[in-house]
């Protein structure tokens, strides 16, 4: 049996313009000036308080904790209102659609959201049940640390050479190399195509519907 772990954020979904308002509007409830959109995105994949760590690290902790929390807050708000939208990115749809029938082949999820955050998203998408493990922020250190790839790979109870993670950063690359899973980045993210080489991307893809074909030569060559 074989395991794949996707990330959320950039990797499934657009949620760019979501994150960067919501960090926007929690800075200014401490009327402290935003760091700015390039400096949010290049924190996805974070959990809350190591973005905040590497956003502010001149600020108090208890600060931190502050604007974090504001960003949650803002989050949550701005998923309940219909006139904001985090939509799937082109192909994701379908592969996962794809992926998710295979009787050879089990899904999870590795992501810097909540649990709830990750609910939301599936109920929305009609994915339900279509995940066999999902690691977020609530359960396991935040990625680069290899704990999300370990857990999900012992509930799924597969081999760690069956494993694959698709993300967009280089934190989901150097998650991926420290568990021993394969590693695939997704070109349409947040982090440059340099940067998920550099972090150990196995392979770059263009295209969602690449994927199918990605995994089955590293399943077929190993890495």
Known sequence: MKLVIFDCDGTLVDSQNM???????????????WPGRAATLSIIGLSIPQAMEVLSPELPD???????????????????DPSHHEPLFDGAGAVIG??????????????????????????????????????????????????????????????????????DTSFDMAMARSAGAGAVGVSWGYHERDDLVEYGAHEVIDRFHDLPG????????GW
């Open 214 to 221: 990605v995994l089955h030569m590293l399943w077929e060559q």
């Open 62 to 80: 208890d600060l931190r904790q502050r604007i974090g929390e504001s960003y949650k807050v803002a989050f949550r708000h701005m998923r309940m």
């Open 98 to 167: 794809e992926l998710a029938v295979r009787d050879d082949v089990l899904l999870g999820i590795a992501t810097g959201k909540s649990q709830r955050g990750v609910r939301a998203l599936l109920e929305r998408e009609g994915w339900d049940g279509h995940f066999t493990t999902i690691q977020t922020a609530d359960d396991a250190p935040s990625k680069p640390h290899p704990a999300m790839v370990l857990q999900a790979v012992g509930e799924a109870g597969v081999n760690m050479g069956d494993t694959v993670v698709i993300g």
């Open 19 to 33: 994150i960067a308002a919501s960090m926007e509007w929690a800075y200014g409830q401490e009327d402290l000036t």
